[in-house]
Nanobody, 123 residues
Framework: QVQLVESGGELVQAGGSLRLSCAASGRTFSGYAVAWFRQAPGKERDFVAAMWWSWGTTYYADTVKGRFTISRDNGANTVYLQMNSLKPEDTAVYYC????????????????WGQGTQVTVSS
């Protein structure tokens, strides 16, 4: 059984930085895709970033391109989301997700989900 545990969310001022972590367990993720999504109150869960675990190819939503970076530590089986130049509109619960069937920008692509971590950006 795959388990994902996010951490690192907190209250930060606009312009600041945060690094989110997602610790994965239950299997190795060679050949899988990993992603970050976020969900603001009253809104749908939106794609933020994704990468192929084995090859490191990355994809980003236009709203975060140039500010956020997704990465992974193979040895620690952990995915990261480095978030710089944060804006109030980045406020949301951030979720990591894993897919064993491909990579994409929709929630239906991903089978395994973490419980989420709250990021709040104050103006």
């Amino acid at each position: 059984q795959v388990q994902l545990v996010e951490s690192g969310g907190e209250l930060v001022q606009a312009g600041g930085s945060l690094r989110l972590s997602c610790a994965a367990s239950g299997r190795t993720f060679s050949g899988y895709a990993v992603a970050w999504f976020r969900q603001a109150p009253g809104k749908e869960r939106d794609f933020v970033a994704a990468m192929w675990w084995s090859w490191g190819t990355t994809y980003y939503a236009d709203t975060v391109k140039g500010r956020f970076t997704i990465s992974r530590d193979n040895g620690a089986n952990t995915v990261y989301l480095q978030m710089n130049s944060l804006k109030p509109e980045d406020t949301a619960v951030y979720y990591c997700a894993v897919s064993d069937t491909g990579i994409g920008t929709t929630t239906t692509t991903y089978r395994y989900w973490g419980q989420g971590t709250q990021v709040t950006v104050s103006s």
